[in-house]
């Protein structure tokens, strides 16, 4: 259809009006609107402000002090970019109001000298300080164009998300003008006894507060309404997908013989913990049901996953059943082995290996054990799916850190049996309400609890400045006998230089302060064999001092290694830190990680939660609330996000309400097929493509 705002700008707008029809959106704005998700005048109503500026405590210019936090707007009466000596260019612009004048200053941003127009008005807030007068540091900006400076006062300021090539003053603009012809066409979609234990307004009501409110506390009740309706539909989405592949789901009916498993408890060295015993509760439950086991294990490092799936394993044993664990790495894969073939023992169980490095009679032993039908535990690498690993009676797999596994591998085990129960297990830390939304056909057992007796590891950010002592002290724990790792960053973009930074540090290390110690050094370019072979030769005790990047195996367990030294702390993510971090204080020794580097007032902020906590999970809520979602969930659909407005890690309870609100839904009218659930089933339905797939269309 050809662009017909020229011709028909006027015409009644409706929420399927395509957006290039609204007056002022030409083809390049279309472009931008179309990279937000906005194709049509209904999409624009759902473009919800990611902030607002509270402009009813604006001050008078006149009035600031240094020393004060405060919020102004004023017009700018002059700009420009100045250089300092440190070679750091800073963007100023003095600002006048009907009270006086002051100057804002932004180091380091001079680039906004290409955004601020003299005349714009623009809303600030941030400190006051003292520089040859009175100088203001915004922390927040709205750029609010000519508008006159009174009208903004008073009233709270949505700012939108913007594009390149769309400001958020155009989005604003489009919504003043449609706003009210968009709201009245409007209806609500969630029946009463739906909406009202959320607490939040009607739908209509709701949009007219996120764009237009007149406090900032009806702006959160009206997104709170927005957000409850997300996390409503995808806890429906999620039950009915459950609901649908449970019913499809039909596995072994496992006995709890108490045979082999009893004699492991007995024989353990330690009593479980509760938490251990509670998830094996969880899926013994799965394992004796007709329902086949979907189940994933997640706990933080260190908290005990391997023997939950070790009596698991038993289980399916106990029954006739073979069952195999598979490990990300050779290394990983050893080290179950070892510790497994050692628990095991005493039961006259011996677990078998099959890697890719056995040699041919290994490997043709093991495979003969693996096709016989005889009730055993394999354990291995992804050489279990490979083609020649045929297994004669397959009840139970487990896949360790499977976020490292494809989903193709961790299809290929499974089809290694007819319908083997399986546990996923992993240690990335996720709250609970948020696994079960990620993960849709899959229940979830957490370890919550560390084994007894567990030193805290002592974590520091040191500056530059103290490089050459931390060092010593390095220097000093290996001469006690214990091991080091020193860690470097590896971002994609910039691998290349990142490699050479940790070969040159490496060398001049091994050159240098440690000159007298054994060091190696690990890397992503290493052939995975030199790399499985430096890190034997450092878990044996070879090396001292291991200089890697972030390779280092997860899981791997070196108790002897009591420091761990991260270079270049602000380029890593608080989990993935975490995740080093757990790499020591795995013996009875005192354990340190030592953050080294000048880092910025912004990364200090982020890497104190990290040094301030052990706790994954808090670990983890801080990441996620840091970096946003987008990575947790992977390559979204194009155009189809799972959340536009609720974050359900931040709306928390709202997520639980949801929760129990589609449970009671469903309960009731599975196909969603009552009279009175239409428009809720129309809405879901044009907001998420899978529920096309799930309800049949009405
Ligand atoms: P992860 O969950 O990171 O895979 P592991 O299974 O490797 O953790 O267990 C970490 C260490 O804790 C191992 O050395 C293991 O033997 C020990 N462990 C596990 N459960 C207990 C327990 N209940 N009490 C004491 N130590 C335990
Ligand atoms: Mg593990």
Partial sequence: MPPARARQPQARIALDTPITYLKGVGPARAEAFRRLGILTAGDLLYHA?????????????????????????????????????????IFQAVVRDHSGLIEAAWPGQPYLDRTIEKGDVLLLSGQVRFFHGRQLLPREMVNLGDEDEGTAQGRVLSVYPATEGLSFKVIRTLLDAHLDTLLAQVKETLPADVLAPARVPPLPEALRMVHRPTSLAEAMSGRARLAYEELLFVQILQRRANALARSMRQGI??????????????????????????????????????????????????????????????????????????????????????????????????????????????????????????????????????????FGKLGFVAIDEQHRFGVEQRKALQAKGETPDTLLMTATPIPRSLALTMYGDLDVSVLDERPPGRQPVTTALRPESARQRIMQFVEREVEKGRQAYIVYPLVEESEKVDL??????????????????????????????????????????????????????????????TVMVIEHPERFGLSQLHQLRGRV???????YCILLGDVGEEARARLDVFVGTEDGFEIARADLQLRGMG?????????????????????????????????????????????????????????YARALELFRVG
């Fill in 500 to 561: 050479k930074a940790a070969t040159v540090e490496y060398e001049s290390l091994a050159s240098g302060p440690f000159a007298n110690r054994r060091l190696a050094l690990l890397h992503g370019r290493i052939p995975p064999e030199e790399r499985d072979e430096t890190m034997r030769a450092f878990r044996d005790g070879k090396t001292d001092i291991l200089v890697a990047t972030t390779v280092i195996e997860v899981g791997i367990d070196v108790p002897n290694a």
């Fill in 49 to 89: 402000p990611h902030r607002y500026e509270d402009a009813s405590t604006v001050a008078p210019i006149s009035s600031l002090e240094p020393g004060m936090h405060a919020t102004i707007i004023g017009r700018v009466v002059s700009k420009g970019v100045l250089p300092t000596r440190k070679g750091l260019r």
């Fill in 253 to 390: 009916v496992f006995e709890n013989k108490r045979v082999l498993t009893s004699r492991l408890r007995k024989s353990l060295p330690w009593e479980l913990t509760h938490a251990q015993t509670r998830s094996l509760r969880e899926i013994v439950g799965d394992m004796t049901s007709p329902r086949r086991m979907h189940r994933l294990l997640q706990g933080d490092v260190g908290s005990g996953k391997t023997i939950v799936a070790l009596f698991a394993a038993l289980l399916a044993m106990e029954n006739g059943w073979q069952a195999a664990i598979m490990a990300p790495t050779e290394l990983l894969a050893e080290q179950h082995l070892r510790t497994m073939g050692r628990l095991l023992a005493p039961l006259g169980v011996e677990p078998v290996l099959l890697t890719g490095s056995l040699s041919a009679a290994e490997r043709k032993a093991a495979l003969a054990k693996i096709g016989s039908s005889e009730p055993l535990l394999v354990v291995g690498t992804h050489a279990l799916v490979q083609e020649s690993a045929v």
């Fill in 631 to 687: 990575d947790l969930f992977g390559a979204r659909q194009s155009g189809e996000q799972t959340f536009r407005i609720a974050d359900p890690l931040r709306d928390e309870a709202l997520n639980e309400t949801a929760r129990g609100v589609a449970e009671r839904l469903l309960a009731s009218d599975p196909e969603l097929e009552r009279a009175e659930h239409a428009p809720l089933r129309a809405a879901l339905q044009g907001r």
């Fill in 585 to 591: 204080g795995r013996g009875a020794e005192q354990s």
